[in-house]
C-alpha cells in the first residue's frame, strides 16, 4: 500500500490545535482531541455552531460577510436594544450602541460602512436611518415611509428598503412601497412589490435586489412568494419550497440563502440560483425566526432570533466549500 505521503506529497502533521488556514488535502493528526483530520470539499452544505453574542435577541439586522459581521439593534425580550456588536469569524466584541435603540428594521452593507433603517423604537414606528462607520453609528435622512418589518439590500451609499407596514390593522397599512438610497437621502422609486407584505427577507444589491416570504392579505396569508428587482421594477419569479415568514437571508439575487423562519418555527435552508430554489437536506442546528444573516450563499453566517430569544451564532459552509472534516475507519 502507498504511503500518504507518495500520493499527496504532504506529511502528517501532528499538532496541538487545527491549523488556522489549511489547504485543501491536507491532513493532520490533532493531538489534543486525538483525532485525524483533513481539508476536503463538501458535497452538501451545513451549519456549524460558533461562539454566541454578547446580547441575547431578536428583530436584529445584519451585515457583512462571514469572518467580518455586523450585529445590530433587536428586541432582548424585555426591550428594545441598540447594542451593536462585531464578529471576526471567532467571537463577537461589543461597539458603540445604535443612536436609535429599534427591533424588526432593516440593514445592510459591511461590518465597516453599514446602514440601519426603519423598525419600531419602542413608541412608534420609525424611519430612522443611521451609518456606521466601523466604530459608532451617526443619523443621516429618514426613510420617506416610517415602517416597521420590512427588508432591505445593498450598501451604505446604494441601498434599498421594501415592503413592511406603517399602522394598525395591518391591512390598511400594508407596504409595497420601495425606497433607495443615495448615501444621504431617500428617493421613493416607481417600482413597487408585486406582492405587498411584512416579515419578508430581502439581500442583493440596489439593481439586482431579491425578497422571499413574508405575511400578506389573503389566503394564504403567509407565503413563498419571490421577486426581483433590477433597479426600477419588480418582477414575480419562482416561489420558495417553504411558505414562512421571519427568515434569514444572506448572498446575492443570483445566488441566495435563506434559513430559519415561521410558523412553526423551524431551521430549513434553501438556495436561490436565480432562477429556483432548492432545499438543503442539513437547517440550523437552532430552529428560529427573526434572526439576523449576513455572508454569502457559501459562506453565510446566522445570529439572534427567537423563541426564546437567543445569542446563538452559526456558520454556513455551502455545498463545494472546504470544511474540515474528522477521518474515521470503518
Known amino acids: 500500500m502507498a504511503d500518504y505521503i507518495n500520493i499527496r506529497g504532504q506529511s502528517i502533521e501532528v499538532v496541538a490545535s487545527d491549523p488556522a488556514n489549511p489547504t485543501q488535502g491536507q491532513i493532520w493528526y490533532n493531538s489534543t482531541s486525538n483525532t485525524l483530520k483533513g481539508l476536503g470539499v463538501s458535497s452538501a452544505g451545513a451549519w456549524a455552531t460558533g461562539n454566541n453574542m454578547n446580547t441575547a435577541r431578536s428583530g436584529l439586522v445584519g451585515a457583512g460577510i462571514q469572518t467580518a459581521a455586523l450585529a445590530a439593534g433587536g428586541y432582548t425580550g424585555t426591550a428594545d436594544t441598540g447594542a451593536t456588536e462585531e464578529y471576526d469569524g471567532i467571537s463577537w466584541t461589543n461597539s458603540n450602541n445604535l443612536n436609535t435603540a429599534r427591533r424588526a428594521f432593516a440593514g445592510c452593507g459591511t461590518q465597516t460602512a453599514a446602514l440601519a433603517f426603519g423598525g419600531y423604537d419602542g413608541a412608534s414606528f420609525t424611519g430612522a436611518t443611521e451609518e ?5 453609528w451617526t443619523s443621516s435622512n429618514p426613510l420617506n415611509t416610517a415602517r416597521y418589518l420590512l427588508a432591505g439590500a445593498g450598501t451604505q451609499t446604494a441601498a434599498l428598503a421594501f415592503g ?22 431617500w428617493t421613493t422609486s416607481p417600482g413597487s412589490l408585486n406582492t405587498a407584505r411584512y416579515g419578508l427577507a430581502g439581500t442583493g444589491t440596489q439593481t439586482a435586489g431579491l425578497t422571499f416570504g413574508g405575511y400578506r392579505v389573503g389566503a394564504p396569508a403567509i407565503t413563498n412568494a419571490t421577486e426581483e428587482y433590477n433597479g426600477a421594477t419588480w418582477t414575480s419569479v419562482n416561489a420558495m419550497n417553504t411558505t414562512t415568514h421571519y427568515r434569514g437571508a444572506a448572498g446575492i439575487q443570483t445566488a441566495a440563502l435563506a434559513f430559519g423562519g415561521t410558523p412553526p418555527v423551524i431551521g430549513a435552508t434553501e438556495e436561490y440560483d436565480g432562477t429556483s430554489w432548492a432545499n438543503n437536506p442539513t437547517g440550523l442546528n437552532t430552529a428560529r425566526a427573526e434572526l439576523g444573516g449576513a455572508g454569502t450563499q457559501t459562506a453565510a453566517l446566522g445570529f439572534g432570533g427567537t423563541p426564546p430569544t437567543t445569542a446563538a451564532t452559526e456558520e454556513w459552509n455551502g455545498a463545494g466549500s472546504p470544511q474540515t472534516k474528522t477521518i474515521t475507519v470503518s
Open 164 to 185: 413592511g407596514y406603517t399602522s394598525l390593522p395591518i391591512p390598511t397599512g400594508l407596504q409595497s412601497a420601495t425606497e433607495e438610497y443615495d448615501g444621504n437621502s
Open 132 to 136: 456606521y462607520d466601523g466604530n459608532s
